[in-house]
């Protein structure tokens, strides 16, 4: 049985010279973290499953930049890479599996063009296409929306675009359905509402993609602990879960989370 | 000692590279037959389809054969132990290698297919390639086919995922995985150090 995976993202600013990680909260405030490819290393030595780059500055001039975190790293960290940023057509997709990466991720570009998906998948294969939604609830209840219950009442999520500053009217739901049939071979799923506020993961949003789609979805946004880990292993078929700040302010080691997760049952590698 | 992988254009293999690297392997690629002369081992990675892969392998493949009749040390990857069947479902009509009799099937309905992420092993024979690995170590998979010997002798290691999935097969000098072990952490990077470690002697 495939096990659950923990998934540490570093979160990319590349203006400065080798790239630094940062972390937002609710996708503004930034807090500087460390060296992308220290991180990473230690990241794997501490039993990451597999490391998630994204690139926030996500502007052309950096994607060398980004190449060269990914080149750095995988000469010493051996689990799978995804790369995510600003990725908008093949050839700039082709670069960064060049330099190393096994997967990316792909946001806006591939809500403004969703052949995008259908392009890169028929290259490098599904398991290479990684969907990334970033999702915000809508209370405001609409004809055609796929509506979801919560303890706040039923809702339904909305994309959004460009780092989240942006809202697309494209229901979350609908959407990552749709990618699947594309090409998409794995969900990473963001939630706006929680991300950087230590709530937890959003659990009806989790399951709801999780049972609408029958590839991996990783759930992001809002993880302060491993109990919100255990949470959403337990109550969605989240098959990894991501988080950040977490794991880069040294709360908690991702050993530490294993050991945690693993003995209350849930299959971790250890 | 010279450890060959074999680069017949599909893509990536720097991933590979890097591990053998980190183990003390120090790899050279091959682009074109001729390439294979004097390796001690060899590496064949997969990337992509069954059908495409053997469209591109197959200028090695009598190089390959030769090699590997010399009991050169060889090593299969993902789809590179696919093509070591005689033929795949994934793509009807293209020819494998044909080393190991059987043929590569589609995991069966029900299961998330592809099968990406980390799964543990079940041990079926303890191959010199498996020496410090043990029942229930994880490695890291990404396939949607897997192979089936008709001779189940060959059958190193399974693991479970609907079914008992072929993991990793040896006969001779021959050892292949379907998991990756250049993405398999310290226990994928302990496979590499068993097959460096093999073509020093």
């Known amino acids: ?270 | 000692m010279t450890i060959v992988i074999v680069d017949y254009g599909m893509g990536n293999l720097f991933s590979i590279y890097n591990a053998l690297d980190h183990v003390g392997g120090n790899p050279r690629f091959a682009r074109d037959p001729q390439d294979l002369k004097g390796a001690k081992a060899i590496v064949v990675p997969g990337v992509g389809a069954f059908g495409s892969c053997m469209a591109q392998l197959s200028r090695f493949s009598e190089s390959l054969l030769q090699h590997f009749q010399e009991g050169v040390l060889m090593l299969g990857i993902c789809v590179g132990m696919q093509v070591l069947f005689e033929e795949s479902e994934e793509s009807p009509g293209a020819a494998g290698l044909g080393w190991i009799s059987g043929r590569v099937v589609r995991l069966p309905a029900g299961v998330m297919i592809p099968q990406m992420g980390w799964n543990c092993l079940k041990i079926k024979q303890h191959v010199e390639m498996l020496d410090g690995i043990s029942e229930g170590d994880m490695f890291y998979f990404v396939h949607s086919y897997y192979g089936l010997p008709e001779d189940d002798s060959v059958v190193a290691a399974t693991t479970e995922h609907g079914v008992d999935v072929t993991a990793a097969i040896c006969r001779d000098n021959l050892f292949a995985t379907q998991f990756h072990p250049e993405k398999s952490g310290p226990k994928g990077l302990q496979i590499l150090k068993n097959f460096v470690r093999a073509a020093r002697c």
């Open chain 1, 1 to 270: 049985m495939l096990a659950r995976r923990i998934i540490p993202c570093l979160d990319c600013d590349l203006g400065v010279p080798g790239g630094r990680v940062v972390k937002g909260i609710e996708f503004k405030q930034i807090r500087y973290a460390g060296i992308p490819w220290e991180l990473a290393g230690q990241y794997y030595q501490d039993g990451a499953d597999e490391i998630v780059f994204l690139d926030i500055t996500a502007s052309a001039d950096r994607r060398e930049t980004m190449t060269g975190v990914i080149k750095e790293t995988s000469r010493s960290v051996f689990v799978p890479l995804a790369v995510g940023g600003g990725i908008s057509s093949l050839d700039q997709a082709r670069e960064v599996f060049n330099a190393g990466a096994d997967k990316i991720t792909l946001n806006t570009s591939a809500l403004k063009r969703p052949e995008l998906i259908e392009e890169i998948a028929e290259q490098y294969g599904n398991q290479a296409v990684v969907l990334a939604i970033d999702a915000k609830r809508r209370y405001s209840l609409e004809e055609s929306r796929e509506i979801v219950q919560t303890d706040d009442g039923p809702c339904w999520f909305e994309c959004s675009y460009y780092g989240g500053r942006q809202f697309t009217g494209i229901d979350a739901l609908a959407w990552a359905r749709r990618a699947v049939s594309l090409g998409a071979g794995e969900i990473l799923l963001t939630s706006m509402d929680r991300d950087g506020t230590y709530d937890g993961f959003d659990i009806p949003l989790t399951d709801a993609v999780a049972r609408r789609v029958n590839v991996p979805v990783i759930a992001s946004g809002g993880c302060a602990s491993p109990d919100h880990m255990l949470e959403v292993f337990n109550q969605t078929d989240a098959s990894a879960a991501l988080a950040a700040s977490i794991f880069h302010f040294g709360e908690w080691s991702i050993g530490q989370v294993k050991s945690y997760l693993k003995d209350r049952g849930v299959n971790v590698r250890i």
